[in-house]
């Protein structure tokens, strides 16, 4: 019997995040080991299991994966949400690198020194509504289909969701201007497994506050 | 009649110079067409071109793809270059992604203004020689083949085989404790695509010099 993923991160979304949503989705059960001190981050580097000395790394099928994209390309291939040909995939993998470029910003936001800060606050807080939902609005205008690839359910379908709903923390209006995108959300967020991991006491992590940032900043000799 | 890919970016490196990399690797020849002024990015963005209104862009089998992942990971899988089952395709992602992030701490040294350019260099050094050659030199101990993965050329290669030509020519003596990857990057540039592709007089860009960057900059401002 296998054995559920394992994954090793601190307790919080990072770039972690975006893995526990598509295990999610998948309906695959994992578990978590949270870094919680520079020493455990030190053990796991002494003891060789991550490949390029970075979190995060996912303990699965008998691997110790690293890379964040390459963990998601693993996990959508699996479990077949990865479109059904090389052309699938390809839009998958625009739409995917699109909305993760748009939440980087948003995730490394707290980590910034305030006047970096400023600097990205304008960017953050506009880039979602007029470089990427624009494009995602007009791929289901275009097509008419429910889903973003395919017509079918797919991880751009979860990642996209995700970026959602973290722009909308942000600025709760965010979608105003996107009819077709306010009911992909309602739509995607009605699957049985994105309902169950949209629940309290599911696995996902509320946004970062100021405990996890000081966190993060010592396991990894940020300050 | 042009069935052949078409690439726009500038007149040089930057991100779409490990997707000329993995073209010529595989044998296919492409057309580049070189964004030199901020009104032929402007109508790219108006002709609707852009999808996330960045390049790369590289036009191809019909379509018109961007971000630069996307577009490798295309490549590769057309033309066999990303191995033959999944966990070889884990295995290429994740030395892809370390390759990546290595290339990554090198391409914007163009950008920086010179005193922190030398202190970013030193960064990057020693990551290299601490974080990323061990890896890929244990990689090629423990199985004792000739490509990283597969017993077969693949993306990882080409993408590493570039890395550390990169970081060559900022240190030429880079390789000094790593015996395999020597013989390695000899092997790899004697493969008749990749050593045509060494070959002056190839598309192969050189290092960003000012010009570069000064165009880049003219390009980008102009929005």
Do not use: C
């Not at chain 1, 693993?74 to 998958?92: C, M, S």
């Amino acid at each position: 019997m296998a054995a559920k993923p394992k994954l090793h991160y601190p307790n919080g979304r990072g770039k972690m995040e975006s893995i526990r949503w598509l295990l999610a989705a998948a309906g695959v059960e994992f578990e978590e080991q949270f870094l919680e001190t520079r020493e455990q981050y030190e053990k796991l580097m002494k003891d060789g299991v991550l490949l390029f000395q970075q979190v995060p790394m996912v303990e699965m099928d008998g691997m110790k994966l690293v890379q964040t994209r390459a963990i998601l390309k693993y996990i959508a291939t699996k479990y077949n949400l990865y479109g059904n040909d090389l052309k699938e995939r390809v839009l998958i993998d625009m739409y995917v690198e699109g909305t993760t470029d748009l939440m980087e910003p948003i995730m490394m936001y707290p980590l910034l020194p305030p006047v970096e800060q400023e600097k990205r606050l304008s960017l953050i807080t506009q880039r979602p509504a007029t470089r990427y939902f624009p494009v995602y609005e007009k791929v289901l205008k275009d097509h008419g289909q429910n889903f973003l690839v395919g017509n079918r359910f797919s991880w751009a379908d979860v990642q996209l969701l995700e970026a959602i709903l973290m722009s909308e923390e942000l600025i709760p209006t965010v979608l105003s201007d996107f009819p077709l995108l306010q009911a992909f959300k309602a739509r995607i967020s009605s699957i049985p497994t994105i309902e169950k991991f949209l629940q309290p006491g599911s696995q996902r992590k509320p946004p970062p506050g100021p405990k996890y940032v000081e966190t993060v900043k010592e396991i990894f000799n940020l300050n | 009649m042009s069935g052949r890919p078409k690439l726009t970016y500038f007149k040089g490196r930057g991100r779409m110079e490990s997707i000329r990399w993995l073209l010529a690797a595989a044998g296919v020849e492409f057309d580049e067409e070189f964004l030199e002024t901020g009104e032929q990015y402007e109508k790219l963005l108006e002709d609707g071109d852009l999808l996330f209104q960045q390049v790369p862009l590289v036009e191809m089998d019909g379509m018109k793809l961007v971000q630069t992942k996307a577009i490798q990971r295309y490549i590769a899988g057309k033309h066999n270059l990303y191995g033959k089952d999944l966990k070889e395709q884990v295995l290429i992602d994740m030395y892809v992604e370390g390759a990546d992030d290595l290339m990554l701490l090198i391409i914007p040294l163009g950008f920086l203004p010179p005193d922190q350019r030398e202190k970013q260099i030193q960064v990057m050094l020693e990551k290299a020689n601490t974080r990323y050659f061990p890896v890929y030199e244990k990689v090629l101990k423990d199985h004792g083949q000739n490509f990283l993965v597969g017993n077969k050329l693949s993306w990882a290669d080409v993408h590493l085989f570039e890395a550390i030509l990169m970081v060559e020519e900022k240190k030429a003596s880079v390789l000094s404790a790593f015996p395999l990857l020597q013989a390695y990057k000899e092997r790899i540039s004697k493969i008749p695509t990749i050593a045509k592709f060494l070959e002056p007089g190839s598309k192969r860009k050189p290092p960003p010099d000012d010009v570069y960057v000064k165009t880049v900059n003219t390009v980008f401002k102009r929005i």
